[in-house]
């Protein structure tokens, strides 16, 4: 099984995100459940410039997140697609946007290329 890279798993809820992600930086996330000892992913995400602050858009959806800090914008997309990807997350609905006024791709299958 691939393993996402990611700091946690942390309780999805105010405390565990605030005591956990203490940065303001772009960066990347899952959100999920434990089966076991081992981390299901639901969702993934990111955040161009504050990933704790949305974080805090998810509390009460999942019960646990994972997540990492990325210098920039264009690396937490990179890491957002490719944990889309790699992990087929059933809350994803679609494939990851790239944020308005870039021409980035998509890593894995390039899209928007």
Request: net charge negative.
């Amino acid at each position: 099984m691939a393993s996402s890279g990611l700091r946690g798993p942390f309780p999805l809820t105010e405390n565990g995100i605030d005591t956990n992600v203490t940065e303001t930086s772009p960066g990347a996330y899952a959100l999920g459940r434990m089966k076991n000892d081992t981390f299901l992913i639901s969702y993934v995400g990111r955040s161009d410039s504050d990933v704790n602050d949305r974080l805090h858009d998810h509390e009460g959806n999942l019960p646990r997140f994972k997540f990492e800090y990325y210098g920039s914008a264009k690396a937490a997309f990179d890491k957002e697609c490719n944990l889309y990807h790699d992990f087929t997350p059933p809350d994803n609905k679609v494939h990851p946007a790239r944020p308005d006024g870039t021409n980035w791709t998509c890593p894995q299958c390039r899209t928007f290329g």
